[in-house]
């Protein structure tokens, strides 16, 4: 290796990164990079929350390690994945960002799908700071129990979606509620803000999910949901 020429050096090492970009070339394994950025999974886990076979999910989270992407330990008889480093967090910030500044169907999508489900300015990370000092605002994490207990915004309440309703009343009247979930395209926080305004409320959702808000190295809780306690 030490005697690689100038240009086989430079041939080489890009050949490394490519192995990077090879092994995002699924949508799926993006997938389940996004889950495995809320905390650690096992392949089972994956398996139900993707819909794919067992086989296919273990065959792309081998192409992520192999890529260095994801790291993986054994727990008895169950494999547990989780993302290796926050690096790759912003890594796929960063590919969100380019995708959606350079195409127009990502923008179309969004536009259709997204813009029906909520079409209000969503709350930043700095703006939801300033309001949570204040106590003006119910922080509401509707993601699985599990990925709550991993990390989650510091005084937010687990109530996932399909409890939502039910523990509304719970919720302080005169206050608003922001939602977040996995990410800025989470579909859990746009179900979860469109349900809370049709019941009434003043509801809006965080700009960015549990991931970007750690990678922003804000302050994050890991302390499990109280039902759990």
């Known amino acids: 290796m030490s005697n690689l020429s100038n240009r086989e050096f430079k041939t080489e090492l890009f050949e490394q990164f490519a192995r990077v970009s090879q092994a995002l070339s699924s949508g799926k394994r993006l997938e389940l990079l996004e889950l495995l950025a809320q905390g650690e999974r096992s392949v089972d886990a994956l398996t139900q929350l993707t819909g794919m076979t067992a086989a296919n999910t273990s065959q792309h989270l081998q192409q992520l390690r192999k890529a260095g992407l994801v790291a993986s330990r054994k727990d008895g008889l169950f494999v547990i994945y989780r993302i290796a480093g926050g690096g790759v967090v912003r890594l796929l910030m960063a590919l969100r960002e380019v995708a959606e500044n350079n195409l127009a169907e990502v923008e179309r999508l969004i536009k259709s799908f997204l813009s029906k489900k909520d079409n209000l300015e969503p709350v930043s990370a700095d703006e939801l700071r300033k309001l949570a000092r204040r106590g003006a605002v119910t922080v509401v994490d509707v993601r699985p ?5 991993a990390g989650h915004l510091p005084g937010a309440l687990n109530l996932p979606l399909p409890q939502l309703a039910k523990h509304l009343h719970k ?9 977040y979930c996995r990410g800025p395209y989470c579909l859990l926080s746009y179900d979860a803000v469109e349900m809370l305004r049709a019941k009434g409320r003043k509801a809006r959702r965080l700009a960015e999910g549990y991931p970007e808000w750690q990678s922003a190295g804000l302050p994050v809780d890991r302390s499990p949901p109280e039902s759990a306690r």
């Open 145 to 149: 129990p599990e990925e709550y207990a």
């Open 171 to 179: 919720l302080p009247a005169n206050r608003e509620i922001v939602a």
